[in-house]
Antibody
Framework: EVQLVESGGALVQPGGSLRLSCAASGFTVSRNYMNWVRQTPGQGLEWVSLIYSGDNTKYEDSVKGRFTISRDFSKNTLYLQMNNLGAEDTAVYYC????????WGQGALVTVSS | QSVLTQPPSASGTPGQRVTISCSGS????????VNWYQQLPGTAPKLLIYPNNQRPSGVPDRFSGSKSGTSASLAITGLQSEDEADYYCAAWDDNLNGWVFGGGTKVTVL
């Protein structure tokens, strides 16, 4: 059974930084397409970032230069380093695995507020 | 404003058929496959249909998907109370170089 478990969500001040982790079991992070998708409270889904073969990465325009997606082969874990956070980044962040966003974690809440 | 357009709500009585539309453009649905996700209240989204019309293991066959041109649709036949959820369509967008989603459709079972 595939499990993706996010951690690292927190309340952070504007301009601050946070790193989200997504630990996988039953699924190999290094061999699959991995994405981060976020959902603002009561709103829809928004794609954030993708890492795929050869550690190529893509980012949604509003997070380019601020967010970095990466993965650790030995820990089978996906990360999202988020810098210079703003109120617009407040959301539940989901890690997803698979070419079709097949598997989803339970989400990590990030709140950016002073 | 979502890149893909879905109706905000749909409803039906138990046993009825409900369809949800998803409209996009040539850079997303027109060139790439469409996935559908179901989000039950208080839970994470779950893959329901991919690509266009396949169901992952465990998804009942009363859920079906189709695509034509720059639009797609999800049909739920024999609607059940446990189908009350938000449904999202998604596709890769070649111009934006990322996934785009619909705004979601809330299905209510009357």
């Amino acid at each position: 059974e595939v499990q993706l478990v996010e951690s690292g969500g927190a309340l952070v001040q504007p301009g601050g930084s946070l790193r989200l982790s997504c630990a996988a079991s039953g699924f190999t992070v290094s061999r699959n397409y991995m994405n981060w998708v976020r959902q603002t409270p009561g709103q829809g889904l928004e794609w954030v970032s993708l890492i795929y073969s050869g550690d190529n990465t893509k980012y949604e325009d509003s997070v380019k230069g601020r967010f970095t997606i990466s993965r650790d082969f030995s820990k089978n874990t996906l990360y999202l380093q988020m810098n210079n956070l703003g109120a617009e980044d407040t959301a539940v962040y989901y890690c997803t695995g698979g070419h079709s966003l097949d598997f989803w974690g339970q989400g990590a809440l990030v709140t950016v507020s002073s | 404003q979502s890149v893909l357009t879905q109706p905000p709500s749909a409803s039906g009585t138990p046993g009825q058929r409900v369809t949800i539309s998803c409209s996009g453009s040539g850079s997303n649905i027109g060139r790439n496959t469409v996935n559908w996700y179901q989000q039950l209240p208080g839970t994470a989204p779950k893959l329901l249909i991919y690509p266009n019309n396949q169901r992952p293991s465990g998804v009942p066959d009363r859920f079906s998907g189709s695509k034509s041109g720059t639009s797609a649709s999800l049909a739920i036949t024999g609607l059940q109370s446990e189908d009350e959820a938000d449904y999202y369509c998604a596709a890769w967008d070649d111009n934006l170089n990322g996934w785009v989603f619909g705004g979601g459709t809330k299905v209510t079972v009357l």
